[in-house]
Structures are given as structure tokens and as C-alpha cells.
């Protein structure tokens, strides 16, 4: 137990003291804060108002397009068309909506044309369309003799209430809260692995490398070197984490209070902040979300956090001892990076429209997956027993996977200058 404290000492140091380590520790709230300021500002930018001709020769839909922030229409039916087409080449107009006069209602279905120099977004098409198949119903209904004012009153609009079977009301969209939650997690935990077991791999690629190893296996156990590894990247992951944490929540307070709604709130929104209605649906949020499993999902994030990493690491720690270079590292790596994408995707289709179905139930179970999968379904509800024995299974499966790549480590990081095959790998198994 000594040398295994000594080696994961001597990890954790090594790690936390590299400068790439240093920077990147208060570099990276930096960038993410940044981009994130980047992205708000990008998004809050108004494009420019694109201006649209409408040359209508009928008279029957000019009226029925109304200028918006996006696009504003002007009535140019008196304009020839060929004057049309040279103002589009001179930038005049974005593009000019052309309907002929035409005899028969039905000809109008495919008989408009819409003249630009740049293809028109689908947005665009698609209200230029329903703006003229309201028009265009509403003239065969009065062509017909139906009365189209009593038809627009006879129009409902339901709005579905959302009800607990115990009476309460609930909100719409907790689903998705549900599943974005789980997913938060769920990417912090194939993050982790995928940075810091590439750290593993590396430094065991390093070391081997620089035949340090040598050395080092004559004093200790290539097992206890292995573990020793993975246990102190994993410290100094979790101090990159928490440092990431603090310094990204600080940063994120200093933006808001320079740039949040407090000082660019426009006194509209400020008065639909304050209204009756738009309060009472924020409470009833914020209270289904203080009724999901939070603290279970915080306690079990812990213990998959554990279980999963030290599992992949384990792999990837067997990966750097099997070959001697990074490159060489990559017909290995895919085969163990496709469990995490897998249980991704998985996850959030599967989990999304039946967190309690066969799929995600299965995937919630198979070590490779629930990591991932199980973190989904939480904030769902699941059964404590399912929970018990996803853990127990992953665990059980950490252990295994542990000593087959002990195995592997043990032979591996004493050889030198042959790319390995998976055939040679399963032999090293059998030593």
C-alpha cells in the first residue's frame, strides 16, 4: 500500500506541475466564458431587414404581406417586371415575389414565382406559402357562399393543461428539462474520461518511451504501477475540475452582472417579468425542478463517475503500454471511445421517449454504457434496485477489466519497436 501512495503521489505531482496543466487549468474558464459571451452577443445581433417586391397583378395577396423585423414588403405591381429584374441585379430588392393574373383560382398553385439572385431560406418560402394558401382558402370558401368572418370566430385554439393524477398541476416541457439534465452529466463524465485517460495513455507511452519503466517495474509491480496512474491523474482531474468550477462560476457572475438583465432589460420585458402569469409558470418550474431527484442524482454521479473512469482508464492505460506512440494508439482507441458515443445517443433518443423502456433499460445496465444511460433516466425516477445493480454489474466489470489490462500492461511495457496486432493481445493474456 506504501509504494501504491508513493506512485500516485508521484502522479498527481508530476501532473498538477506541468505548465500545459497550470495554463490550461485558468486558461480553459477563460475560452468557455468567452465563447459563451461571443455566442450571446452574435445571437443578439439583428440582421439587416431584407426588402421584398411584390408584383401582384391579380390585387389578391399584396395586402396579405405584412413587413415583420426580418423582411419588409413593398407593393411594386405597377413596376414592369423587366425593371423588377434589373433592380434584383443592383440589389435594390433581396427579390420580387411575381403572381400573374390568372383566370382560375387552381392555377395559382404552382403558377407564382419567386425572382432572387440568392436562394431563399426554407423560413421565408414556408410563410410566403401559408400567406397565400390562407388567402387563396379563404377566396374558395366565399366563391362557395360560406360566410369566411364566421369561420374565423368558429376557430378555437385549445391549450392542453397539464395535470398530476393526485390533482396538481405540472408544466410542460419537464421532460426535456429531465433529459437535458441527466445529459449535463452524463458529458461531464465521457469528458473526463476522454481527457484525463488520454493523460494516462500518454504518460505511460512517455515513460515507456523514455525506458524509464525499467526502472521503475523493478522496484514495484506492474499492477500497482498501473493503478497507481490512473488513481493520481484522477486527483489531479478532479483539482482541474473543482479549480474549473470556482474560477468558471466567478466569471460567470462578473459577465452577468456587467451584461445581465438587470442593466439591459428593456422596461417591457421587465414589466412581463413582474406580470402575475409569467411568475406563477417560473414558481411552478422551479418547484417540479426542486422535486426531481437532485440529491440521488448528485450521489450517484459520484459512484459512476468512479466506476466508469476507472474502468476506461484502465483500457487506455493498456493501450500506452501496448504500443509506443500515439499514432500507433489509434486502431485501439475507436474501439474504445464507441461505448461512450454510443451510450451518448442511446441515451438521449432512447431515454428521451421511453426512459423506462427495454432500450434504455438494457443500456442503463451494460457496463460500458450505463455510466451514461442511468445518469439519463434518474432525474426520470428510477427504481433503486435497477440503480443497485447497474453499479454492482459496472463495479464487477471495473474489477475484470482491471486485471485483463494488468495483464496486458504487464507484457506490454517491456516491449518495444513492433506495432501490437489483436491477436498478439489476446496471446499477452494467456502469459
Known amino acids: 500500500m506504501g509504494v501504491l501512495s508513493l506512485i500516485i ?12 496543466f497550470i495554463v490550461m487549468t485558468f486558461v480553459s474558464p477563460l475560452i468557455f466564458v468567452g465563447i459563451a459571451v461571443l455566442i450571446g452577443y452574435l445571437g443578439s445581433i439583428r440582421s439587416e431587414v431584407k426588402n421584398i417586391g411584390v408584383h401582384d397583378e391579380s390585387g389578391l395577396f399584396v395586402k396579405e404581406f405584412k413587413s415583420n423585423k426580418e423582411y419588409k414588403y413593398y407593393d411594386v405591381s405597377l413596376v414592369p417586371k423587366e425593371i423588377l429584374t434589373d433592380s434584383i441585379s443592383r440589389k435594390a430588392y433581396e427579390g420580387v ?3 400573374p393574373k390568372y383566370d382560375s383560382i387552381g392555377k395559382y398553385e404552382n403558377g407564382i414565382q419567386y425572382i432572387s439572385e440568392d436562394s431563399p431560406s426554407l423560413g421565408f418560402v414556408s410563410q410566403v406559402e401559408n400567406t397565400m394558401n390562407r ?22 385554439n385549445v391549450t392542453i393543461n397539464l395535470v398530476k393524477s393526485s390533482g396538481e398541476e405540472t408544466v410542460k416541457g419537464l421532460n426535456e428539462i429531465k433529459i437535458a439534465i441527466g445529459t449535463v452529466f452524463g458529458y461531464l463524465i465521457m469528458m473526463f474520461i476522454i481527457i484525463y485517460g488520454n493523460l494516462v495513455m500518454r504518460s505511460v507511452i512517455e515513460e515507456k518511451t523514455n525506458r524509464i519503466i525499467e526502472i521503475i517495474v523493478s522496484s514495484v509491480k506492474p499492477f500497482q504501477l498501473m493503478l497507481g496512474k490512473i488513481i493520481g491523474t484522477t486527483f489531479a482531474g478532479i483539482l482541474q475540475f473543482a479549480i474549473w468550477a470556482i474560477v468558471g462560476g466567478i466569471l460567470i457572475f462578473v459577465v452577468n452582472s456587467m451584461f445581465g438583465l438587470s442593466t439591459t432589460a428593456t422596461n417591457t420585458e421587465l414589466a412581463a417579468l ?17 422535486m426531481l431527484p437532485l440529491g440521488s442524482l448528485f450521489f ?7 466506476g466508469g473512469y476507472f474502468l476506461y482508464s484502465s483500457l487506455y492505460a493498456a493501450i500506452g503500454a501496448a504500443v509506443d506512440n500515439e499514432t500507433d494508439s489509434q486502431q485501439f482507441l475507436f474501439p474504445v471511445i464507441m461505448p461512450l458515443m454510443l451510450g451518448v445517443y442511446v441515451g438521449f433518443f432512447a431515454v428521451m421517449n421511453e426512459p423506462h423502456g427495454t432500450v434504455a433499460t438494457v443500456f ?5 454504457t450505463s455510466p451514461i444511460v442511468m445518469l439519463m433516466r434518474i432525474p426520470f425516477g428510477v427504481p433503486t434496485s435497477q440503480i443497485i445493480i447497474s453499479l454492482v454489474i459496472l463495479f464487477v466489470t471495473f474489477i475484470g477489466i482491471v486485471w485483463v489490462a494488468a495483464k496486458i500492461y504487464r507484457v506490454g511495457i517491456l516491449m518495444y519497436g513492433k506495432k501490437p496486432t489483436w491477436k498478439e493481445l489476446l496471446k499477452w493474456l494467456k502469459y
Do not use: W
Open 135 to 156: 388567402k387563396l382558402t379563404k377566396y374558395n370558401l366565399s366563391n362557395q357562399g360560406f360566410d369566411t368572418l364566421v369561420i374565423d370566430k368558429a376557430k378555437t
Open 300 to 306: 450517484y454521479f459520484i459512484f459512476y463517475f468512479i
Open 97 to 99: 415575389l411575381y403572381i
Open 9 to 20: 503521489k508521484r502522479e498527481f505531482i508530476a501532473k498538477v506541475r506541468n505548465k500545459s
Open 274 to 290: 413582474n406580470s402575475g402569469e409569467l411568475l406563477d409558470k417560473v414558481q411552478m418550474y422551479y418547484k417540479e425542478i426542486m
Open 364 to 368: 442503463s445496465m451494460i457496463p460500458l
